[in-house]
């Protein structure tokens, strides 16, 4: 009897395994009919992008993308813009490097045009640091912005960075050097002008309807040193006795410009509803990591609450916007090699994209993520599924330690986890168990395979996401400067606007008819 109870019971179980199986089956075959079906479901949108979102993680490769997905919601997981119907990747090599930096590819994304390493919104004729190359006029480049501006839409940026960092630089400067953010960068007797200058004197810089970041002190001379913002020595420091932020102001009053200018989250919240020209500057140096932000009214803006701040300035204009918004931060956290701060302030971009989503409607604003370069961050090993991607895997067969899931090619001090160790009066090199740290801070150098000063970038290709009007333009491998191209030709500006294609179509009406005319005289 006790035999058939046993029996029964191994039946049971038998049928209870079988059942789990085949509902697993049910479950992926389920996933896999619903993506097919919403592919089935994407149609082209056709209509003409009013309003133009760009959004750049810097540093946000495809390991990092992978990264936040599986730190918010697990590996089945998808962030929101990995739910745009429209994909395609980006070569980010520039010019003259391999492996890029991000002014070279800011260059590429806002300008259209591949650049040097280091040049900022010239051409590849202008080589680093030679100023008067950067002066002639044929070597300058036009932005998205700056086209945006010449079609009668607003125009504007966000960033976590200085304002007038590598990424943002682009959009209104002109330099041969992405380090000449202020005067005292400049070389002596330079001809030039420094990018801070560029912003608030010239054009398109003084005509930008939205400024949000850091970077006081490249525009003010003396900048204020306080323990919650201090001056950085990696920053450049203004010393001409300029204040380009008064500066500012005064321009926008002698042209009778409705403006603010805010400095932390409660003066954003609060900006006047009639403001069309909105500079904020929030930080001396870049802005704090999210994880160290204050978040307090007196405290600086997160990069959603900059993001939520610009979309109301700039959708007044009935003729729609450009706006580019920058996750800075992510590239900061992976130079120092801390993981899980990148991929903490990758989720805060993602949260600024989701942002943007539900303050625009797909038919007529397209939404484009997308990211610089990469860094050399690896997911490694065989973790099980719903590990803590920011823990450790293993064990290593050669000295039986586990190693952490994620880990740097290229890395700084930080990440050093070999020692020395004596037995025998023989000195012997041993690696660092993780299990005896806090692998899961945000303060937490990962390893890395080889030593450096810092974490260096990565050169592989970027993935970029879209939606709304010819989002499907971006759908395989692309130049990274395609991206300026296929953004006008959505939009409609620059040389796609409706002027330039009237012009277009004339003057080819015109040379048929001339060469009409020459055949038969000649015949």
């Known amino acids: 009897m006790t035999g058939l109870r046993w029996g029964v019971i191994f039946v049971f179980y038998l049928s209870l395994v079988q059942s789990s199986i085949r509902k697993d089956q049910e479950y992926w075959k389920k996933l896999s009919t619903n993506e097919l079906e ?10 003409e992008a009013k309003n133009v979102i760009l959004f750049i993680g810097d540093g946000m490769g495809p390991n990092t993308v992978t990264a936040t997905r599986i730190h918010k919601g697990g590996e089945g997981h998808r962030l929101t813009y990995e739910k745009f119907p429209h994909i395609g990747l980006l070569k980010t090599y520039s010019a003259n490097k391999m492996v890029p930096d991000s002014t070279s590819t800011a260059t590429a994304l806002l300008c259209g045009v591949k650049a040097n390493f280091y040049t900022m919104g010239v051409d590849a004729s202008v080589e680093h640091n030679n100023c008067s190359a950067s002066l002639r006029p044929e070597a300058r480049l036009e932005s998205l912005a700056a086209l945006a501006l010449k079609a009668g839409k607003s125009a504007g940026f966000v960033t976590t960075m200085r304002v007038t960092h590598a990424t943002p630089g682009p959009i209104y400067a002109h330099s041969a050097s992405r380090l000449w953010e202020c005067d005292s960068a400049m ?21 930008l309807h939205v400024i949000l970041g850091g970077g006081r002190q490249g525009l003010v001379a003396k900048a204020q040193d306080r323990p919650s913002d ?14 380009l932020i008064t500066q500012y102001i005064k321009d926008k009053e002698e042209r009778g410009l409705r403006h603010s200018v805010v400095s932390n989250t409660a003066e954003l919240k609060n900006i006047d509803k009639n403001t069309d020209y909105l500079l904020g500057i929030f930080s001396n140096a870049h802005m704090p990591y999210e994880f160290q932000r204050i978040k ?11 993001t939520e701040a610009a979309i109301k300035v700039l959708k007044k204009n009935k003729n729609g916007f450009f706006l580019m918004v920058e996750g800075g931060n992510i590239d900061m956290a992976h130079h120092r090699g801390r993981a899980r701060t990148a991929v903490d302030e990758s989720l805060a971009m993602e949260e600024a994209v989701s942002m ?3 303050m625009t409607s797909e038919e007529d604003t397209l939404i484009v993520v997308t990211s610089d370069h990469t860094h050399t961050l690896s997911i490694n090993g065989y973790p099980d599924r719903g590990s803590d991607i920011f823990g450790t895997t293993g064990p290593s067969k050669f000295d039986g330690l586990n190693y952490t899931t994620l880990t740097y090619g290229v890395g700084g001090p930080g990440s050093n986890k070999l020692k020395v160790q004596i037995a025998d009066d023989q000195p012997r090199i ?17 390893a890395s395979a080889i030593l450096n000063d810092e974490n260096v970038h990565g050169g592989g290709d970027v993935a970029i996401y879209a939606r709304g009007p010819y989002a ?3 759908h395989n491998v692309h130049e990274q400067h395609y991206v300026f191209h296929a953004i006008s030709y959505a939009a409609k500006i620059g ?10 179509n004339v003057y080819i009406c015109l040379l048929t008819l001339l060469l009409g005319f020459m055949f038969r005289m000649i015949n």
């Open 296 to 306: 307090d009214p007196h405290g600086p803006p997160s990069i959603v609450e900059m």
């Open 230 to 243: 201090p001056v950085s020595a990696w920053g450049c420091n203004r010393s001409d006795g300029r204040d």
């Open 356 to 358: 943007a989503v539900n």
């Open 187 to 207: 070389p002596r007797d330079s001809s030039c002008k420094d990018i801070g200058r560029q912003l608030v004197e010239d054009w398109p810089g003084r005509d």
């Open 430 to 446: 041993v690696r660092t168990d993780p299990d005896t740290e806090n692998t899961t801070s945000f303060m937490y150098e990962q």
């Open 38 to 47: 919403e592919a089935l479901a994407v149609k082209w949108n056709l209509g």
């Open 495 to 504: 040389a796609f606007s409706k002027a330039s294609t009237q012009y277009n």
């Open 472 to 474: 499907h333009l971006f």
